[in-house]
C-alpha cells in the first residue's frame, strides 16, 4: 500500500500502489493505462482527483498538441496524460505541508511558476521562464499539470499549495471544476486594469469561459455587458449570468450593433473569447479611443490585424495565459456567495472510463454541449447509460 517515505498519509483515505490513468499517444489517440500513484514533495500534496471539467484546449493538446510541451516537444507518445481542469479531495501531505488537511475538498489552478526566473518573481507565474522543460522532474519547481506534466483525467495528481483553492462543502464536484475556468475570465478583466463599476464591456464568444466572463464582469458591476456569438442557445445561457444584451453576429453587423446598444459610442473593453479570424479586428472597433482588449482565446492560423487602427486609437491589448494572479480564488469566492451561478454551463457528465465519449461530445458539441465533466466516482446511473 501507498507509503512514501515523508509523506502524510491517512487511515481514513486509503491510496493504492496504482491508478488508472489515460495516456496521449499520437494525435486523437487515448489509451486507458495503468500508472503508479504519484509521490508529492515539498510544498506539493497529492489530490484524489473527483471530477475533472474537458476544456477546448484540453482537445486541442489531443489532437494537435501544443499549448502542450513535453520535454520542450509536442506531448506525442510521452506517457502524458492530460486535462486541467479537476478538484478533488486532499488524499496525502507532502514533507513540511501544513497548509491543508488530508479530506479537505480542493479545486486547482493550472500553473505552480518555478518561483526563480524573472517572469514568476513579478507574480505571473502563468509566464515561467522554465514553462515545459522539466517533465517528469518537478524539482526546478515548475508544473503546468496537463500543460507540461501529467493532468487530470485519472484518478490521483500531485498539485504545489500554491494551486490549491479550497471549496466548500455545499460546492458541487461540477461547479468546483467550473472555478478555473471563471478564474480565467477573473484574471483577463485584472490585466485589463480591473473593472471599475459602471465600465462597458464586451465579451465575444458564448464558450465557457465567454459566459463566465459575461457573469464575472456583471458581478464585478460592469454596465452595459454586451455577449456576442453565433449559437442563440449559448447567448440565451449568457443573459441569465447577466448579460444586458446579446447580438447574434449571423444576423447583424457586431460591431454596429455594439455601438448601437451602447449609446452609439464605443465601449471601454473587449474581452476576445471567440478565436474568430476578425475577432481582433472587429473589437478593436468595438472599443472607444483608449479602450483596451483582452484576449483570451487563439485562432488556428495567423490572421491579418488592422494595426494602424489600434495605433491612431490608442487602443490596448492584453493577452493572457491561463488565471494567473490568484484569480481562481477571486473566482471561487464569488461562486461561494452566489454572485452568479457557474453551472449553467454544465452540460453533460460522464465516468472516467468514459472519456473517449466525453471528449466526443465536448469536441463536436452533441447535444448542444458546453462544458462537460467527467468523474472519477459517483457518476449518476442514468449518465452512465446515457454515454454507453
Same mark, same amino acid.
Given at each position: 500500500m501507498y507509503a512514501p517515505a515523508g509523506v502524510k498519509t491517512s487511515k481514513d483515505f486509503p491510496i493504492?500502489?496504482?491508478?488508472k490513468a489515460w495516456v496521449l499517444g499520437d494525435p486523437g489517440q487515448l489509451s486507458l493505462a495503468s500508472k503508479p500513484v504519484p509521490v508529492p514533495k515539498r510544498a506539493e500534496v497529492l489530490v484524489r482527483i473527483d471530477a475533472v471539467a474537458i476544456c477546448a484546449t484540453d482537445l486541442e493538446i489531443i489532437y494537435h498538441g501544443p499549448p502542450a510541451l513535453i520535454r520542450g516537444k509536442l506531448p506525442f507518445n510521452q506517457d502524458f496524460t492530460p486535462g486541467h481542469e479537476y478538484m478533488g479531495t #486532499? @488524499? @496525502? =501531505?507532502?514533507p513540511g505541508v501544513d497548509e491543508y488537511r488530508i479530506g479537505q475538498r480542493v479545486t486547482v489552478e493550472i500553473h505552480a511558476g518555478c518561483g526563480q526566473c524573472k517572469r514568476c518573481r513579478e507574480g505571473m507565474y502563468t509566464a515561467c521562464h522554465n514553462y515545459g522543460l522539466n517533465y517528469g522532474d518537478v524539482d526546478k519547481g515548475h508544473r503546468a499539470n496537463g500543460f507540461t506534466t501529467d493532468g487530470g483525467f485519472c484518478e490521483y495528481q500531485v498539485n504545489n499549495i500554491n494551486t490549491l483553492v479550497p471549496i466548500a462543502d455545499e460546492m458541487s464536484d461540477e461547479e468546483a471544476t467550473l472555478v478555473v475556468t471563471a478564474g480565467t475570465a477573473m484574471y483577463g478583466l485584472t490585466e485589463l486594469g480591473g473593472l471599475v463599476a459602471g465600465e462597458s464591456v464586451v465579451v465575444t464568444g458564448p464558450g465557457p469561459i465567454g459566459l463566465l466572463g459575461v457573469a464575472v464582469a456583471k458581478a464585478l458591476g460592469a454596465s452595459? #455587458?454586451? !455577449?456576442?456569438?453565433? &449559437?442563440?442557445? &449559448? =447567448?440565451?445561457?449568457? !443573459?441569465?449570468l447577466g448579460a444586458d444584451h446579446v447580438v447574434n453576429v449571423k444576423n447583424e453587423n457586431p460591431v454596429d450593433a455594439v455601438r448601437r446598444l451602447n449609446g452609439g459610442k464605443g465601449v471601454d473593453y473587449v474581452v476576445e473569447c471567440s478565436g474568430a479570424a476578425e475577432a481582433l479586428n472587429e473589437a478593436a472597433r468595438m472599443v472607444n479611443r483608449g479602450g483596451k482588449i483582452c484576449l483570451a482565446a487563439f485562432p488556428h492560423e495567423a490572421v491579418p490585424v488592422d494595426i494602424a487602427h489600434i495605433v491612431r486609437n490608442n487602443i490596448y491589448l492584453y493577452g493572457i495565459r491561463g488565471e494567473g494572479k490568484s484569480a481562481t480564488h477571486r473566482a471561487e469566492a464569488f461562486m461561494a456567495q452566489k454572485r452568479f451561478d457557474a453551472t449553467k454551463v454544465h452540460t453533460h457528465t460522464f465516468a472516467l472510463d468514459d472519456l473517449p465519449t466525453a471528449l466526443r461530445y465536448a469536441k463536436d458539441r452533441v447535444e448542444d454541449a458546453i462544458k462537460v465533466v467527467v468523474k472519477a466516482r459517483g457518476v449518476p446511473a442514468a449518465q452512465k447509460e446515457a454515454a454507453e
Open positions: 493504492p500502489d496504482t491508478m #486532499v @488524499a @496525502a =501531505l507532502g452595459p #455587458v454586451i !455577449l456576442t456569438g453565433t &449559437r442563440d442557445n &449559448r =447567448l440565451k445561457i449568457g !443573459l441569465e
